[in-house]
């Protein structure tokens, strides 16, 4: 496949990116790792020449070991941030993102082998909206308790 759709700027970086949402009995799954002390959603970047759905289908898999159907786009969001890991430190990221919401299947049995840019082993884990720990994107905290059936387009700004 194509190379990910992660291109290097004079001002920094644009990132185009996807996102899975995962909810089961209320909780939604979510990745961590052991380098950074946040947790993120599923997801990666896109390929070139890959369709966002294709995308979130084949970084599910990856990162899950399930193959997923999708059931709707939920959220777009546009955001402005540093980057955090080694090829990205010192730079301003421009990702945007489209979150996903899949079909979860009942049976569903979930093994994590993935990696981070940075060869560090990722985690999975379900958690409520009002998790303590900190978790990106933020908007999950809201739009996750009343999912709504319509799109949404969010900006976040936080430029250290």
């Given amino acids: 496949m194509s ?15 996807v996102g899975a949402i995962i909810i089961r009995d209320g ?7 052991d ?3 946040h947790l993120y959603s599923v997801g990666g970047r896109l390929k070139f020449g890959e369709t966002t759905e294709e ?15 999708i059931d709707r786009l939920g959220f777009v969001h546009e955001n402005f941030f540093p ?11 421009h990702e945007i993102s489209f ?8 049976d569903l049995e979930i093994r994590c082998t993935s990696f981070t840019e940075d060869g560090n082993e990722e985690y999975l884990v379900w958690i409520s909206p ?3 720990q900190e978790y990106y994107p933020e908007l999950f905290r809201t739009e996750l308790m009343d999912p709504s059936s319509e799109v949404k387009r969010f900006v976040t700004r936080n430029n250290g």
Avoid: W
């Fill in 55 to 69: 995308a979130v289908v084949r970084e599910v898999y990856e990162e899950t070991g399930i193959k997923m159907e």
């Fill in 130 to 132: 009002d998790h303590p």
């Fill in 99 to 106: 979150f996903y919401y899949m079909k979860v299947p009942e």
């Fill in 27 to 33: 909780k939604f799954l979510m990745v961590g790792n």
């Fill in 35 to 37: 380098r950074v002390d």
């Fill in 83 to 93: 980057g955090d890991s080694l090829a990205k430190k010192g730079k301003t990221v």
């Fill in 3 to 17: 190379q990910d759709l992660c291109v290097q700027m004079d001002e920094g970086i644009l990132n185009i990116r």
